[in-house]
């Protein structure tokens, strides 16, 4: 919990009211309505409005989706329910339907707990985002830990068994006494929706570069709402914190007054699974393809330090650039050391719209135990220019 509620009052004076649920919301009258965990009606009148509600786990529709020992995990209560489950039942097995990044990072945690983990979903890919030569990396660090990978079949329901939990696929059965769904998440924009306000990306909110939604006396912020791509300039929903501070930030700033815009985002992004570090920003070769590119790609193979130095872990790079001018769409990485913090200069050069060519003259530091003198995106880029 990174504030408690009293703060809020104490310090900024904000009158927080926790226990109560919006569930309507009148444009008209500018006024938002709903109950109290004590089940009593409540209105509140407005000047201007954050939609900021976030987004909810999404459970697929699936008969014993609903059994105990069937959980989801987004919120904070998620969480603690995993948690309780762990201490007061024996849990040898578990099940994880989806392979996201939520997916990846409880694979591990529960393989630290000495639990044998399977993973399951429909499409037979394992990471369709990822470059297939560095998903294929990952996917063999997962196998190598014991995790069972089984992609290309489709859950049909949970049932209950004398020792747990069974989850029933066409082709396919698993036992195990807990099943986690963490097949992604969906913008809990239902209020938008009911009040008539512009959806966007995934029904996200649509909102400008100043945060307003479709009605100017509305804003919208956090996982909520949609942003602008800065490469290829449409509107995207990409529900990561960076952006949500930013946006709440904005927000604040455009109600007291002082203009604030956003450019938008890149989708920059990086997690962790086992000793694996994998990070992206931009697009990959079929995003930059489905919105009129005409990409190509490079995947090299470096080091994360210098040879002469020793101690060293290759570190794979896939980037995409665009044929026709020559701009940089997109960087990947994956390895087990310096993948996630490198890619913040490939995200840089995509906020300002640099070419392939211009990315190879960037002055990056070296130092024999932090990587080869030629960066490996530099290698990237370098290959890269040769390919357009």
């Not at 008969?63 to 959980?71: A, W």
């Not at 429909?122 to 030569?133: E, R, S």
């Not at 000793?275 to 193979?301: K, S, W």
């Amino acid at each position: 919990m990174v504030r408690r509620a009293e703060v809020f009052r104490s310090k900024q004076g904000i009158n927080l009211l926790t226990g109560h649920r919006v569930e309507s919301l009148d444009t008209g009258r500018r006024r938002v309505a709903g109950t109290t965990l004590d089940g009593k009606n409540f209105e509140q009148g407005y000047d201007r409005l954050l939609i900021a509600t976030g987004a909810s786990a999404i459970i697929p529709d699936l008969p014993g989706v609903d059994l105990p020992g069937v959980l989801p995990l987004k919120s904070l209560e998620d969480g603690r329910r995993i948690k309780r489950r762990l201490k007061t039942e024996t849990v040898k097995q578990a099940v994880i339907i989806g392979m996201g990044y939520i997916a990846m990072e409880m694979c591990e945690s529960l393989s630290a707990l000495g639990i044998q983990v399977a993973m399951v979903k429909p499409n037979p890919v394992f990471m369709p985002w990822l470059a297939a030569d560095l998903a294929d990396v990952v996917r063999d660090e997962v196998s190598a830990r014991g995790v069972k990978i089984h992609a290309g079949h489709k859950p049909e329901r949970i049932e209950a068994t004398g020792a747990g939990l069974k989850l029933i696929c066409s082709d396919l059965e698993l036992e195990a006494e807990m099943v986690l769904v963490a097949v992604g998440v969906r913008p809990a924009s239902e209020l938008a929706r009911g009040a008539g306000l512009e959806l966007s990306v995934a029904d996200s909110i649509a909102v400008d570069r100043q945060l307003r939604t479709s009605n100017t006396d509305i804003y919208s912020a956090g996982d909520c709402a949609d942003a602008f791509h800065v490469v290829t300039g449409s509107r995207t929903w990409v529900p990561l914190a960076l952006r949500a501070n930013r946006a709440g930030w904005a927000v604040a700033d455009n109600v007291c007054g002082q203009a604030k815009t956003l450019d938008g985002v890149a989708g920059t992004a990086a997690f962790r699974v086992f000793d694996m570090e994998v990070a992206r920003t931009g697009l990959n070769a079929a995003e930059a393809e489905r919105h009129g590119f005409e990409p190509a790609e490079m995947t090299i193979e470096s080091a994360s330090r210098a040879h002469t130095y020793g101690q060293s872990n290759p570190i794979f790079v896939s980037a995409v650039a665009d044929r026709k001018t020559g701009r940089l769409l997109g960087m990947q990485m994956v390895g087990k050391e310096g993948a996630a913090h490198r890619i913040n200069a490939p995200a840089v050069a995509l906020h300002l719209g640099m070419t392939v060519a211009q990315y190879t003259q960037l002055d990056l530091a070296y130092a024999p135990p932090f990587g080869p003198t030629w960066d490996p995106t530099l290698i990237a880029a370098n290959q890269l220019m040769k390919k357009i």
